[in-house]
């Protein structure tokens, strides 16, 4: 009897465990269904990449000469569930057993586990080995430590990979070359061209469909550029390991107006769909550093944040869950502000991220960081509120990506577990790496007032409003010393504008 295996919408290459051992007589399922495009709203151009690139995949299995069961989003019959579906193909199909790879949600991976039970069917359910580090290697590296930190795990994968190594050394005699990755924007400066709209009779049809059954959905799909195959994907990274990885470094952290690309990779998306491996992409960097192409700081940096970042907020995904998603450190409990939702506010740092976010499904990591995740963990944002939000409106967002990102890094809801302490900041921060402030109607050396930069009094209300959670905090000193030099009348001040900045958020 033949085997039904399941692919899943980021499991979109051969190599994905539940493909490995596929014979001529298995029954290869992937579906576009709409519980999974709806259990958040997700952004239309993250719903129109992954249809169709789930398409594409597909199209290619067959090709090879695989028996693929695939069911559109608009075929009579759809279930709407990924179970429906699984259910479905064992009634009309001649399969006996089901074989997937573990998932990236623990919504569904939970789900997932009972399907034996509900179905009456075998369920082989196989570790997804795409990663540097399996969920039990990094259990293991976590056991017995009082505080998981990302630099010394990181160490460790440079060691496993040998990537950037020289013997048991770092290249360049350090680990972590992020001191040089801070530079702000030269004028003038003109970033690579950001590659070319993608089109294709396959976008078009699902565009058509997104258009029809998400119209409520966040974003716009105008400038939609995305790539649907693994042949675009490496080309995507090709032109930026040609053009952009040089200066990567340099301007990593760095924020333009109207430069929604700037020198980052913009392959996120591909890699966590499965069209693209980590070490691949880790490879392709090293050696345009080895052959003298682009500098340490920046092959480095670009490194780090695929072998340590990314394997380090999975580990602790699967680590801390489902209890992780639960915390809230910092009892916050304040809505989403609309201008999220529409990118008008006059806060200029917050409407071009937001309107980056809302054209292209897409911002780089500081603008996710430093300006909605700082705004979001200022202002007090609920958890569930801001990570829902990110969870859907990046095509690169999934939960297990997601949410240690948002909820330890950004909103510090998980009291410590990520992070050793909040990655608050004022206007302060947002000036130096930006030109935002320069047209901004807000001006940023001012504290208090309606003249004042909203981030500067929202800071400060933030430390005295969690005073009693933070100041005990090794890293906040110095933050608590200047709190302790201002005297009440400013306190005051900071209080009002910031009062006043909340009444008009509920007005």
Sequence with gaps: MATLRLVLADQLTRNVAALREVAADDVILMAEVAEEATYVKHHKQKIVFLFSAMRAFAAQLREEGLTVRYVRLDDEGNEGSLFGEVKRAFAEEDVDRLVVTSCGEYRLQTEMQDWARKLNRPVEMLDDDRFVCSIEEFAAWAKGRKSLRMEFFY??????????????????GQWNFDHDNRKKLPKGYEAPKAPALVQGDIVDEVKAVVDDRFADHFGTLDSYRYGITRDAALRRLDDFIEHSLPQFGDFQDAMGTGEDFLNHGLISAYLNAGLLEPIEICRAAEEAYKEGHAPLNAVEGFIRQIIGWREFVRGIYWLK??????????????????????????????SEAVRNTRDHAYA????????????????????????????????????????????????????????????????????????????????????????????????????????????????????????????????????????????????
């Design 155 to 172: 160490r460790e994968m440079r060691k496993k990979t040998g990537l950037l190594m020289n013997g048991g050394e770092p290249e360049g």
């Design 321 to 350: 869950m489902p209890d992780y998603k639960k915390t809230n450190a910092l009892e916050a409990k304040q809505p989403l502000p609309d201008f999220f939702w529409t990118a008008e506010t006059d806060m200029h740092c917050v």
């Design 364 to 507: 780089h990591h500081i603008q996710r960081l430093m300006v909605t995740g700082n705004l979001a963990l200022l202002l007090g944002v609920a958890p569930d509120a801001i990570n829902d939000w990110y969870l859907l409106v990046y095509a690169d967002a999934y939960e297990w990506v997601e949410l240690p990102n948002v909820h330890g890094m950004a909103i510090w809801a998980d009291g410590g577990v990520l992070g050793s302490k909040p990655y608050a900041a004022s206007g302060a921060y947002i000036n130096r790496m930006s030109n935002y402030c320069g047209t901004c109607q807000y001006n940023v050396r001012e504290r208090t007032g309606e003249g004042a930069c909203p981030f500067n009094y929202l800071y400060w209300d933030f430390i005295m409003r969690n005073e009693e959670t933070l100041r005990g905090n090794p890293r906040m000193g110095m933050v608590f010393r200047n709190l302790d030099k201002k005297d009440e009348a400013e306190r005051k001040a900071l209080r009002a504008s910031a009062g006043a900045f909340f009444d008009a958020l509920e007005a």
